[in-house]
Nanobody
Framework: QVQLVESGGGSVQAGGSLRLSCAAS????????MGWFRQAPGKEREGVAV???????RYAESVKGRFTISNDNAKNTLYLQLSSLKPEDTAMYYC?????????????????WGQGTQVTVSS
């Protein structure tokens, strides 16, 4: 069974940067979709960025040009580089995996979730 553990969250001022990491344990099939999602208080969990096994990526419109998803297959680690952060980026950020694609931003595709890491951006 795959397990996901996020790290790297924190508190930053607007305009700042963070890098989130998601360490995966267990066997990661080459067909896996991996992604980052976030959930702010009182809001639905939303897709932020996803990456497929061929390296193709998708981003939410609200983070395009500011966030970058990447993975290191040798380390079984997924990353999310957050730049030019805004107060509206404040949320709990979750790493997720899906055994099969398509690798879309919909949370319903993903059945393996980490515990989350908090990102707080102050103005």
């Amino acid at each position: 069974q795959v397990q996901l553990v996020e790290s790297g969250g924190g508190s930053v001022q607007a305009g700042g940067s963070l890098r989130l990491s998601c360490a995966a344990s267990g066997y990661i099939y080459s067909s896996y979709c991996m992604g980052w999602f976030r959930q702010a208080p009182g809001k639905e969990r939303e897709g932020v960025a996803v990456i497929s096994s061929d390296g193709s990526t998708r981003y939410a419109e609200s983070v395009k040009g500011r966030f970058t998803i990447s993975n290191d297959n040798a380390k079984n680690t997924l990353y999310l580089q957050l730049s030019s952060l805004k107060p509206e980026d404040t949320a709990m950020y979750y790493c997720a995996a899906a055994r099969f694609g398509p690798c879309l931003l919909s949370r319903y595709i993903y059945n393996i979730w980490g515990q989350g890491t908090q990102v707080t951006v102050s103005s």
